[in-house]
T-cell receptor, first 112, second 110 residues
């Protein structure tokens, strides 16, 4: 079945450093979504990418969808302690989105 | 205040016992989902329902059961057949392609 692989599993950075997490799918995705889960919290939707090669920005966060629609990345510029949490990508092979396949997530720790 | 409400926040199960996790939404969403989260793991799909009175098994449905008698409610029962039930359970509903999650239930075995 479809698998979404996400790396790295953990990342520890100093505040102000950049951070990137990567997702790769074994099959072509119709869209990919990113979620953030704060410690002790629940996943919260960040963004959705649909088009091949799409790039979207949210303040310090930059999201990319690969040309082949099989990979994606989330890059955070100049991390802050508020960025702490686990970032999940979730891939969908159909536009119905009835069942997203989540990556295992990247846990980000930011120390001041 | 609209959203998804899961209860209880913490739940303990004894050996051989069935327990039911509640999930209620007032977002008027048709589709609802149950995911299981284990430490260091992603979210694994247990069951989903796209419409009232209909539901499908996800990747790890064994040992679980659900019902969808009302649009607003999608309870999950963890049966005694689930031998490793300790996990964080997340309920979600879908708007378009976006999932909205409840705050989760932590289930532990006594």
């Amino acid at each position: 079945g479809q698998q979404v692989m996400q790396i790295p599993q953990y990342q520890h950075v100093q505040e102000g450093e950049d951070f990137t997490t990567y997702c790769n799918s074994s099959t072509t995705l119709s869209n990919i979504q990113w979620y953030k889960q704060r410690p002790g919290g629940h996943p919260v939707f960040l963004i959705q990418l649909v088009k091949s090669g799409e790039v979207k920005k949210q303040k310090r966060l930059t999201f990319q969808f690969g040309e082949a629609k099989k990979n994606s990345s989330l890059h955070i510029t100049a991390t802050q302690t508020t960025d702490v949490g686990t970032y999940f990508c979730a891939g969908d092979t159909s536009n119905s989105g009835y069942a997203l396949n989540f990556g295992k997530g990247t846990s980000l720790l930011v120390t001041p | 205040d609209g959203g998804i409400t899961q209860s209880p926040k913490y739940l303990f199960r004894k050996e051989g016992q069935n327990v039911t996790l509640s999930c209620e939404q007032n977002l008027n969403h048709d589709a609802m989902y149950w995911y299981r989260q284990d430490p260091g793991q992603g979210l694994r799909l247990i069951y989903y329902s796209q419409i009232v009175n209909d539901f499908q098994k996800g990747d790890i449905a064994e040992g679980y059961s659900v019902s969808r008698e009302k649009k607003e409610s999608f309870p999950l029962t963890v049966t005694s057949a689930q031998k490793n039930p300790t996990a964080f359970y997340l309920c979600a509903s879908k708007d378009g392609l976006k999932l909205f999650f409840g705050s989760g239930t932590q289930l532990s075995v006594l």
